[in-house]
C-alpha cells in the first residue's frame, strides 16, 4: 500500500510517499538532481517507463534512509538518508544527504504518522538507534582514521541516532583488553575504524571472555576501513564500496549479523585466533617484507610480490592437512550452489568455548591427511576471497561453510608460469592455472623449513607469527559481522 503526503519546499509543491519498498519524493528539481541514474537502480514505488531520468523525482530504497521526521517547532519533516553519487553505477561514492520540507497547518498529526510508518517500515527486522563503541586506530593505514570518523562517519551515525562512545585504541593490543572488560548489555554494536588488525584483537578479546558466543550474540561487529588493505571490508562489499566511509557506516545501522567462520591458530606456547589468513611463502614476504612501504597503500603487496618472483626464491615446508574437497571442479559448483545459503548467527545457548577436535601439535596426525614435505612457493590459507584491492586469491571463499580455503604453489615454477599465474589473480581465473593447487580444507598443521640463512614470514592475519611449527582449525560460525549482504562479494567464479 502507497502511503503520500503532500508538503512544500519554498511555496513549491512536493509530494512525499512510501511503501514496502521505500520512499519516494516528486516535486523537488534540487532532491531530483541527486539521482543521474535512469532509476532503475532503485525498486520503490512503479513508475511508468520514461526514456530520460524525471528531473523532479528522487526514489529512495529503504537501505538508503537513516531518518525521517517531524519538528514540531519548525513545522518541517527531516529526511536524512545516504545515496551514492551516482547511481546508475554501484560502486558509486556515497554522501550524506539531508532534505526538509514544510508541512501546511493542520496536517501535522498527518505528518507524524507519516514519518512514524515510514521508519517502521525502513528498520524493519533493523535495531534503530544503535548504541554503539567505536574503537578508532589513530596509527593504522595512513593515519587517517581520526579525521574519516569525525568528518564522513559521525555525521552518518547521528543522523540514525545512535548513541555512540568513542575509545582510541592506544597501543598494540589495546582492542583485545577494552573487549575483554566491555559491558555487553550496553551496546548493540562494536564497530572498529582501523585496518584488519584491530578486528582482529576485538576477536580475540571476545574469544578471551568467559561468555564469548552470548557476548558476540548481543554485541555486533561493525566496520568501517581505517587500513590500507581493508580484506574483510572489501570482501563484505567490493573493493570501492569497502573502502566507502560513508556506506560501510551505513552498513553498520543497516547491516544484519552475517555469520563467520574463525580458525583457531595454535602454537607450542600459546593459541589463539584468526578471522583473515594463514600465509607462507612469497605472499607472507609480500605482506610482512614490505612494511616500510606502507605509504604506497595495499599496491606495495604487488611490489614484494614482483620482487619475490623474479627473485625466484621458494621456502622449505612441512605440512599435514586435512582436505575436505580437492577437485577444483567441484569446488566452484560447491560455490555457485552455496553462495546464497546465508547462516544464521548461533543461538545464545550454545557453548561459549571452543574446543579443537584435531590432535595436539606434538601428536601425530591421521593416515588420512595429505603431507607435504619440500620447497613451495606459496601456502596461502584464507577466509575470506580478496585479501587486498587486485588480489582475488580465493574466489571460493564463503563466510561460514565451515572451511578454509588454501591455494598452494609447489616447488620452483617457471618464470612465465609464475608470471601468468598472478596476473590472473585481480579476476581469480588463477584457479584454473596447472600450476595452482586449491583447496577446502578443514585443518592444517605447518612447519617452516629454513634453508641457511633464508629470512622466512608467516604471516596471520597480516600480522607477523612466530617462523615455527603451528596448526590451525576451522570453527563453524563462531563470529558475526554487520553486513547488508547475505554473504561476501560474487566473485562470479
Known sequence: MVTS???????????????????????????????KSSGTVCCCIPLPPAKVPDPLLLPIDNVYILNVYYHARTKMIQIHCVLPEDRSNEDSESHLYKFMYTVEEGQEEEAELFCKGVMKQVYKDVRPEKRIKVLINPF????????????????????????????????????????????????????????????????????QREDARDAMRRVSLGIIPGGTGNSLSISLLGEKRGFDP???????????????????????????????????????????GTEHMRWMGDTRTVVGLMQEIFSRHTYGIKAAIQIVESDKTKIQ????????SAIPFPSANED????????????????????????????????????????LSHPCALPNDGAIDLLLMRGKQSLSKELDMFTKVEKGEHMDNDIVEYYKVKAFRLEPVLKPGQKAYVAIDGEHAPCKPFQVEVHPSVASVLSINSSFIDTKI
Open 5 to 35: 503526503l503532500k508538503v512544500t519546499k519554498v511555496h513549491h509543491p512536493v509530494e512525499l510517499s512510501f511503501d514496502e519498498e521505500g520512499l519516494r519524493i516528486e516535486g523537488d528539481f534540487n532532491a531530483g538532481k541527486q539521482a
Open 140 to 207: 593504522g593505514g595512513q593515519g587517517k582514521a581520526k579525521e574519516m570518523f569525525e568528518y564522513e562517519v559521525r555525521p552518518v551515525f547521528e543522523s540514525a541516532k545512535c548513541k555512540l562512545d568513542v575509545q582510541y585504541t592506544e597501543h598494540q593490543g589495546h582492542a583485545i583488553q577494552i573487549v575483554k572488560e566491555l559491558d555487553k548489555e550496553a551496546y548493540d554494536a562494536i564497530v572498529t575504524v582501523s585496518g584488519d588488525g584491530v578486528i582482529h584483537d576485538v576477536i580475540n578479546g571476545f574469544m
Open 246 to 288: 560513508v556506506y560501510t557506516a551505513l552498513q553498520v545501522i543497516k547491516g544484519r549479523p552475517l555469520a563467520l567462520d574463525l580458525c583457531s591458530v595454535v602454537y607450542d606456547d600459546h593459541r589463539y585466533f584468526s578471522f583473515l589468513s594463514q600465509n607462507y611463502g612469497i605472499t607472507a614476504y609480500a605482506d610482512l
Open 333 to 340: 559448483s560447491n560455490y555457485r550452489a552455496n553462495y546464497s
Open 352 to 391: 561459549a568455548h571452543i574446543v579443537d577436535t584435531i590432535p595436539d601439535l606434538n601428536k601425530p596426525v591421521s593416515e588420512d591427511w595429505m603431507v607435504i614435505e619440500g620447497d613451495i612457493t606459496v601456502f596461502l590459507a584464507s577466509k575470506v576471497p580478496l585479501l587486498s584491492r587486485g588480489m
